[in-house]
């Protein structure tokens, strides 16, 4: 995860509060639903230049903060010019 992920993550996250992110931080606790995650996709598409696949738009990859971040690694590698 970088400095830019987080800071994006961190706008949809409500309940955050002052916990630290980390891979493992179940975004679902700390106030991501599900109208939040499309906005996030889309800021995520803004923001890394990259569409998701259709097959990484499931509760798994929005689960946590490293799932996300390893479906937008894996797809930055696959698509010219992101991330």
Request: net charge negative.
């Amino acid at each position: 995860m970088d400095a830019r992920f987080t800071a994006l993550l961190t706008r949809f996250l409500p309940a955050r509060g002052d916990r630290e992110l980390t891979p493992e931080t179940p975004l679902r606790d700390l106030g991501l639903d599900s109208m939040q995650s499309i906005e996030l996709l889309f800021a995520i598409e803004d923001e890394f230049g990259v569409s998701l696949p259709d097959e990484d738009l499931n509760d798994t990859t929005f689960a946590t903060a490293g799932n996300l971040w390893r479906a937008i690694s894996a797809a930055a590698e696959t698509q010219v010019g992101a991330v």
